[in-house]
Structure formats: C-alpha cells, structure tokens
C-alpha cells in the first residue's frame, strides 16, 4: 500500500497480536528456540506489508530508501539500530523524508523469491569513463544489491560508448593537433552550410551511428583516443565530398599579398579571415565560400596587428571607411602602404 494507508494504530494491533501469538507459542511450543519463534513475527508483517520494505542508505546511517522511491529516516525509537533491511511499520509523512517511528529489522534469507528479481545492466559509468555491466537485485523496485560483471566488447558495448563518445567530440581529439580539428570544424560548417553535399553532420544520432563502427571493441574513452583520428575522419567522406570539401570551404585563402591565411571556422558561423589592411589592397569584393552563398566576415588589421574593421562587405569598406582609417593610421604608420585607391594598389605582406 501507498506511505500514508498503514493506520499506525492498525500496525501496532498487528505486532501486538504477533507479540500475543508468539508468547502463547512460546508457552505451548517450549523446546522451540526463542530466535525461530521470534523472527516469525516480523517476517508475518513482511509478508503482510511487502511494499513497507526500506534499505538504508549506509551502515550507520538513519536514513533509507523505502519500495516506491520515498526517502524515509529512522527515528531512533523505531526499534532498529543496525539492520540494513527494515520494516517501516509507523511512518510519519514529512518533507522529503518520512519518519518512522516504529520499524522491524528484517534478514535478506526472510525475503520470498516472489517479490525478487534481478537485472543485468549495461552503461556509461561517467567516472570510469568506460562502459560497465552490473546485476541488481531487486525488492518489488527497491534495489537490495549490485554486483559489477564482466563487460564484453560486443555491438551494444560500442553503440553505449559510441553515444557518449558522441557528447563529448571532438575532446576525444588530440588538443594539439589544430590541423585535425580545423578540419572537422571545415567539415561540420561545410554540411550545415550545404546540406545537399550529403556530409556528415559530425553532431547528435548521426555523429554517433558513425563512431559505432570504430569504437567495436573497445569499452572506454581512453582506448577512443588512441584511434588514428586523422585518418578516420576524412575516411567518412567519398571522394567527391572531400573534393567539395576543399573547394567550398577551404582550410586557406589567398590574399593578393601572396600570402596563404588559415580561416577560422565555427559552425552556424561564417568563417572568419583575419589579416593586415593592406594585404587584402587589390582585392574589390568579398571572398565567397560554399558555392558563393557565404561570404567570409573579415577582420581588417591595423599594422599593430589590431582589429581595425570588421566585415564582410569589403567593397563598401574600400569606399566608405578606408578614407578614414587611412586618415587616422597613415601618421601612425608612415613606413606602410596607405594608397588613396586601395582597390587599384597591389597586396603587400607585413
């Protein structure tokens, strides 16, 4: 029954019939052991009351956790100090925790086979970092118990460490290596930006049928990260999206300086083209990605290699900002180019 239909008075009429029962057994029945005789009466209310059965959280610890998922606390009145297992025969409902103000300890061998279960569990354990096996045993959904197995390196292991390894990409990369994590931000700005190329998404359920493959195997995070990753990756392209992927979003530009800059990616984003002033002079328009739909946003340097401008219509720019940056920086910056007509000048590097 529910916390809150066992009538305290109702339970104590039980166990003080139990107690009658017992004393007029102990009379009639004398060479019967006092202990078998008294562990008939609360094992009668167990059997009455199936669904009052609570575990305590610790050894020592007032607290437990009662059939049905509600926390509850030793008074220390109840009548048990020690046991693990314990009938709550008066319970006072009160905040997160009830009170019991009578209950009966309870052995785990009182426990009949019809109200047990166990369950075998395969999961992400966070801490370890690796997928594990338990087994639990249950009261009706009271957990009594849970005995770690072995876990093998089967389809389930690595579809469970192919979803968390999923959350927490691209940190299972080697920080160090930019180039591999330029490419996968190329890639996922590259799909969201030109869906019909068919790329990966590199996030969420598709991101993770993907890692499924290449975690079988394994159990942990830490085995993941010993993968080749920098082949892996452009290995889930054809042929014709890592053309595309070069071509639509490439991992450098050329500025009329001569110069070979890295752009900077960021999914939902456009990508970003940081370099002097006067390296983009020569150049009239934006530069555009992804079959033309993207132009980049670019971020025009003083010589002090400070953000001047930001962008991404260089034409305007040449037209109705430079005469004024190029009034404010040229006394600053004698010794560096300051065209009046920046689109008929030519590129120089720093």
């Not at 008939?40 to 959280?57: T, V």
């Not at 249950?138 to 690595?158: G, I, N």
């Not at 530069?287 to 290699?305: D, E, Q």
Request: positive net charge.
């Amino acid at each position: 029954s529910p916390l809150g239909t066992l009538n305290p008075g109702a339970a104590r009429n039980v166990h003080r019939i139990a107690q009658q029962f017992y004393r007029l057994l102990s009379s009639e029945l004398g060479e019967r052991p006092e202990a078998e005789l008294g562990a008939q009466i609360p094992q009668a209310l167990l059997a009455a009351f199936p669904d009052r059965l609570a575990r305590r959280r610790g050894p020592g610890d007032p607290r437990g956790l009662m059939v049905g998922g509600r926390g509850v606390k030793l008074d220390p009145a109840s009548g048990v100090s020690a046991a693990e297992l314990f009938l709550c025969l008066e319970v006072e409902a009160s905040g997160s925790e009830a009170r019991v103000r009578q209950a009966s300890a309870v052995e785990a061998e009182w426990l009949p086979l019809e109200h047990l279960r166990e369950a075998d569990e395969r999961f992400f354990h966070p801490t370890l970092g690796a997928v594990c096996t338990r087994r639990r045993l249950f009261w009706l959904d009271l957990q009594l118990s849970e005995t770690p197995l072995a876990t093998p390196t089967d389809e389930l292991t690595a579809r469970l460490l192919a979803a968390e390894a999923a959350k927490q990409f691209p940190r299972l990369l080697p920080a160090k290596d930019r180039e591999l994590h330029s490419w996968l931000a190329r890639a996922r700005w590259l799909a969201e930006a030109m869906p019909e190329s068919g790329l990966p998404s590199w996030q969420g359920p598709q991101l993770a049928q993907l890692l499924e493959g290449w975690c079988y195997g394994m159990k942990s995070l830490d085995e993941l990260k010993t993968l080749p990753w920098k082949s892996l990756l452009p290995s889930a392209l054809n042929a014709t999206q890592r053309k595309e992927l070069d071509r639509a979003a490439p991992a450098t530009v050329t500025l009329p300086s001569g110069r070979q800059v890295l752009l900077q990616y960021e999914a939902g984003k456009p990508p970003v083209l940081a370099a002097r002033i006067q390296e983009f002079m020569g150049l009239r328009e934006t530069p555009r990605l992804a079959g033309g739909r993207v132009p980049l946003l670019l971020h025009l340097l003083a010589p002090n290699n400070r953000c001047q401008q930001i962008t991404n219509d260089l034409a305007s720019f040449w037209v109705n900002t430079y005469p004024h940056v190029r009034k404010e920086l040229r006394g600053r910056y004698p010794k560096h180019a300051w065209p009046e007509d920046p689109m008929q000048a030519t590129g120089r590097q720093p």
